[in-house]
Each structure stands twice: as structure tokens, then as C-alpha cells.
């Protein structure tokens, strides 16, 4: 009887142990709101929506999303104001906004630094010219920008290193890869993508050749990528596609870029050409090319290194690659079209996929089991479910 109790206890701390809920937080652009999923193991459903911005007539575009290092509070851009774009600070579990700065046109993705506790922010400049653009430096103690680094035309993804002490960004139209000095608030290196994808091995066992279509040029990928973004958000009248006679067109057109947790490596995703290069950031060369579907266009890696999971906008679906191997270990189909986001669990269990949808479709969520490679459960929210950022375990 002893023993049998020893065992019945004993089975009901490990379940206890094992319970846990995660949390993200989702930004639905057109929506004008941010969404907090909760997922329990095998259900995901938003439990708070938050209303964000202050112009009730006007959709701001929430769109870059990232939580602190601490997890204390959370930051969001949103993309559109008079003239240039904004950032808030709110706190977590309350998410009351306590702070906001005026940033540059069209302000995207951002991460704060663990070492020098600034924020840096990308300005995406959708709708000036295709000129060089700017990362916004912020205090975010005091929400002060205190300075902005011009890179290229449109940068777009980017994130930091584990230690705080370099930013990646990349620059969607000019086909740039950017390091900057998170210290001195200096680049410090600048890498042609076009040219590195060129330079760059292939290693022939990664491509799936079933799925691509020779038959296809770089331009109409490029075309069908676009047509997934909201262009009711555009302003082309402002978009001067002719005044940049010094700055190329970029073919491979990078979107994201994001670090690896324990090795000098970043992994940059070519939009428009259709693969994801691994870059060394001490050989400043790409080591490594992944071929992968359409629309590659935003990427996370895994806190214990093993998984890169790449969200492919114009297909609609999300790859699970094993980075040891450098093999796609499941390319899986999303809940609906155009999807966007992703983010990892910090004990790199699960991965979180932002799906925007098409018109009046509502946002979702996926939830991916990265030791299954399987799609678990969708939680749904707003319109145009865009930039996604873990929060926390809660056990």
C-alpha cells in the first residue's frame, strides 16, 4: 500500500512539473490591436485583446513586437502617424502602456539590448523614397531616441546577438546585410546579399527539386511575395521607384535575419530567391545556402541551436530544419495564406507562426510541436496578424 501511494504521488508531481501555459504576444495590424496567446501544451487561444494607438479614425499598423530582456515590459511599433512612426512601452500583465517616442518613417522590427539595455528599431520607410533608411537608437528608461544609423533602402528584419553586443540588420530593396556596434552605435560591416548568394555553397541534398519551379523567374516570386503584403497600407505615390540611380534593385531581397545562440553565425532569408544563407560573422562569407519554398520571410532559431524555423510568406506554409544535418525536416501547411511571423519557445519546445490572412480573414496563430514537426492547435485574433514576440513559461 506504501509503495502504491509512493507511486500515485509520485506521478502526480511529475504532472504537476509538467503543466505549464505559454504566452505570446501578436500584433494584428489591421486591427489596430495586440493579442495574448495563451497555450496550454494542446490548446492556443487569445485571452486578451489590447487596444493600441490613439487616432480612432485612423489605422495605425501595429507592427514590430518584442518583450525585454527581464520580460518585464513589451514594445511595439506602429508603423504609421504624422508624419513618422511610433514606439510604445508597456508593461507585461498589466499591458498598460507607460511610454512612447516618435521614431522614423514606417518603424519595424526591434530587440533590446541585454548589455546595453537600449532598444534598436528598424525604419522600414515604406512609403518615402527607395533611399537608404535608418535604425532608431532608444533609451527606453527614459523613451528618448538618441540617435539614428543610416543603412540601406527598406531594412526590415533584424534582431541582436544573445550578449547584446552586435545588431543585424537587413535591407529588403538594397540587398544588404548590416552589423552594427551596439557600444560605439557604429556598422562595423556590410555584406552584398545578392553577390554573397552567389558566392555561396550549395549543398545539392538540401534542395527539394519536386517544389521549384524553374519555370519561374526571381520577378514574378517577387510579385506574388508583395501581393501578400497589405498594400492598402501603401502609399505608392510616394514610392519612387526611378530616384535611386546609385542603389540597385535586390533580386535575393532579404527580409529577415536572425542570430545564433551560441555560434558566430546569422541566418539572412532571400525573399525573392527563394533560400536562407548562414553567414559567419568572423569570415563575414556565407557558409551555407538551404534552399526553400516560395517567399522565405521571416526566421527564428531555437534557444538550444538545434531548429531554424522559416516561415514561407507567398506559399503559406512553415519549414522546420535541423541545423546540424541542414535538413528541412517537415514543411508544414498553415491555417490560411500569407504567413508571416515566428517565434520559439524560450525551453525551444514549440514554435509560434503569425499567420496574417487575406481581406476580412481573422489573424492567426499556429502552434508547432518541434519535436513532433507537427501543427497542434490555432488560436485566432484581429486582422493581419503580423509581428509575434515569446513572453514567458508559466508553470
Known sequence: MKKTLIIVF??????????????VYVAAESEDEVALVKFDGKKAETIKNIPVGIWPAENEGPHGITVGPEGKYWYLSLAHGNPY?????????????????????FPASMQVSAATGLLYCVNFNLHGDMVPSTVSVVDVESMTELT???????????????????QYSVAMMSGELFEIDAISLKITKTLDLDEASKMAPEDHSMMDHSKMDMGKSKMDDEKKSMAGMD????????MDMGGMPAMKHSAFKPTWVSTHPTKNLVYVAGNGA??????????W??????????????IDISPDGKRMVVSYKTAAKTGVWDLESGKELARLDNSQKVTHGVAIS????????????IGDDPGMVDVIDLTTNRLIDTAYLGKQAGGIAFWKIER
Open 274 to 283: 527563394a533560400e536562407v544563407l548562414e553567414i559567419s560573422t568572423d569570415t
Open 285 to 298: 562569407k556565407t557558409t551555407r545556402k538551404f534552399i526553400t519554398d516560395k517567399g522565405p520571410y521571416n
Open 10 to 23: 509520485s506521478l502526480i508531481a511529475i504532472t504537476a512539473l509538467q503543466a505549464q501555459n505559454y504566452y
Open 85 to 105: 512612426g511610433t514606439l510604445y512601452k508597456y508593461e507585461t500583465g498589466t499591458d498598460k502602456a507607460v511610454g512612447s517616442v516618435t521614431l522614423g518613417l
Open 231 to 238: 498594400h492598402s497600407q501603401m502609399d505608392h505615390s510616394k
Open 148 to 166: 539614428q544609423i543610416t543603412t540601406g533602402a527598406m531594412p526590415h528584419g533584424s534582431r541582436l546577438t544573445p550578449d547584446g553586443l552586435k
Open 346 to 357: 524560450s525551453d525551444s519546445k514549440f514554435a509560434f507562426v503569425s499567420v496574417e490572412g
